[in-house]
């Protein structure tokens, strides 16, 4: 596999088991390698004083708590082993996020390839201490965070084990102002600690994730939703399929386009050569025994003929036979 493209469904199913599948199927159908929910218990993760986000205030109102919202948007543990078979069925792999210790030993009982880990838990010891003790690898978003941050976090995972760490670029914000992005940062995570690196988006549109895939992101997640009207917090931060299907095929062009980094003729291209490369030619009609030179020669297409390269090879040299006006001068035809 190439870059690991992760579908994020979120809380975008609304605490809808139903709409849950829905989007398992749309993710498979947009070509993601991954489709990722977010497993939590609310009591746990957060407290009745928490508030919203602004930007959840922004789009689910401004009444109720972080708490009380988050208890509509909560699966059951019953949901997601459901999901994971779906995930099965229709040959796409299965994540979720753990926010807490309870839903970290439950989603280890799951198998996933792997622990995507959110921002906001990078600065959570206890929670990076349990993640460590699975032994799984880790994908890891940076949102938020300072360059001594993740150095900790990461301090903390290697000293418990965990061999196989990849840092996401990421900016919390939903969505993300084109401005903040600072997508290079990207090469500023992989020179510190020459780690894997990738990208989490929370922009509008599709350009940024592809782009990530240009500057070398070898995982790119993305929200989606079925629909970006939908009541709830990350609904209009996120693409809806048809838009993760563009973005699966911009990211699978530029993982194309990259090559292998060898420069020299493609197998496409091959056949151009003869078109647009130049030859020496007669400038002129050149009789048998006449010495060429800067007066009966020139360069002309095709270049199937001396390239112009060997231009002083040739000059002084007589001709062997009669050549007319364009002609392509061959190697065999002079002496001297």
Same mark, same amino acid.
């Given at each position: 596999? &190439?870059?690991?493209?992760?579908?994020? !469904?979120?809380?975008?199913?609304?605490?809808?088991?139903?709409?849950? %599948?829905?989007?398992?199927?749309?993710?498979?159908?947009?070509?993601? $390698?991954?489709?990722?929910?977010?497993?939590?218990?609310?009591?746990?993760?957060?407290? %009745?004083?928490?508030?919203?986000?602004?930007? #959840?205030?922004?789009?689910?109102?401004?009444?109720?708590?972080?708490?009380?919202?988050?208890?509509?948007?909560?699966?059951?543990?019953? $949901?997601?082993?459901?999901?994971? &078979?779906?995930? %099965?069925?229709?040959?796409?792999?299965? =994540?979720?996020?753990?926010?807490? +210790?309870?839903?970290? !030993?439950?989603? $280890?009982?799951?198998?996933?390839?792997?622990?995507? =880990?959110?921002?906001?838990?990078?600065?959570? =010891?206890?929670?990076?201490?349990?993640?460590?003790?699975?032994?799984?690898?880790?994908? @890891?978003?940076?949102?938020?965070?300072?360059?001594?941050?993740?150095?900790?976090?990461?301090?903390?995972?290697?000293?418990?084990?965990?061999?196989?760490?990849?840092? +996401?670029?990421?900016?919390?914000?939903?969505?993300?102002? @084109?401005?903040?992005?600072? +997508?290079?940062? @990207?090469?500023?995570?992989? /020179?510190?600690?020459?780690?894997?690196?990738?990208?989490?988006?929370?922009?509008?549109?599709?350009?940024?994730?592809?782009?990530?895939?240009?500057?070398?992101? #070898?995982?790119? /997640?993305?929200?989606?939703?079925?629909?970006?009207?939908? /009541?709830?917090?990350?609904?209009?931060?996120? +693409?809806?399929? #048809?838009?993760?299907?563009? @973005?699966?095929?911009?990211?699978?062009?530029?993982?194309?386009?990259?090559?292998?980094?060898?420069?020299?003729?493609?197998?496409?291209?091959?056949?151009?050569?003869?078109?647009?490369?130049?030859?020496?030619?007669?400038?002129?009609?050149?009789?048998?025994? /006449?010495?060429?030179?800067?007066?009966?020669?020139?360069?002309?297409?095709?270049?199937?003929?001396?390239?112009?390269? %060997?231009?002083?090879?040739?000059?002084?040299?007589?001709?062997?036979?009669?050549?007319?006006?364009?002609?392509?001068?061959?190697?065999?035809?002079?002496?001297?």
């Amino acid at each position: 596999m &190439g870059i690991k493209i992760i579908a994020e !469904a979120g809380v975008n199913h609304n605490g809808s088991i139903f709409l849950a %599948r829905q989007m398992v199927e749309k993710a498979k159908e947009a070509g993601a $390698d991954y489709v990722k929910f977010q497993t939590f218990r609310p009591r746990q993760l957060v407290s %009745r004083y928490a508030e919203k986000a602004n930007y #959840q205030k922004q789009t689910t109102g401004g009444e109720e708590s972080q708490l009380e919202m988050l208890k509509q948007l909560a699966l059951r543990e019953e $949901d997601f082993v459901e999901l994971q &078979g779906v995930c %099965r069925e229709v040959g796409i792999g299965f =994540l979720s996020t753990p926010f807490d +210790l309870e839903s970290i !030993a439950f989603l $280890d009982s799951l198998a996933m390839d792997f622990w995507k =880990l959110p921002s906001g838990e990078v600065t959570n =010891l206890p929670y990076l201490l349990r993640i460590a003790a699975t032994g799984k690898p880790v994908v @890891m978003s940076t949102g938020m965070c300072t360059i001594e941050e993740i150095d900790g976090s990461l301090s903390w995972l290697k000293r418990r084990g965990i061999k196989s760490i990849t840092l +996401l670029h990421c900016n919390t914000q939903y969505p993300t102002p @084109m401005a903040d992005v600072n +997508l290079t940062a @990207m090469h500023t995570l992989r /020179e510190r600690f020459g780690l894997p690196i990738g990208y989490s988006d929370h922009t509008q549109g599709i350009e940024v994730p592809i782009a990530a895939a240009a500057l070398g992101a #070898q995982v790119i /997640e993305k929200h989606f939703t079925l629909d970006r009207t939908m /009541e709830g917090p990350d609904h209009a931060a996120s +693409l809806e399929p #048809q838009e993760l299907a563009a @973005m699966v095929r911009g990211i699978r062009n530029i993982e194309q386009a990259l090559g292998d980094g060898v420069k020299q003729p493609t197998r496409s291209e091959q056949e151009n050569i003869a078109v647009a490369r130049k030859s020496i030619v007669a400038k002129r009609s050149i009789s048998k025994g /006449e010495i060429f030179s800067e007066d009966n020669l020139t360069v002309k297409r095709p270049g199937s003929g001396i390239s112009p390269m %060997r231009w002083f090879e040739l000059l002084g040299k007589e001709a062997e036979r009669d050549f007319a006006e364009d002609e392509l001068i061959v190697s065999a035809c002079c002496k001297g």
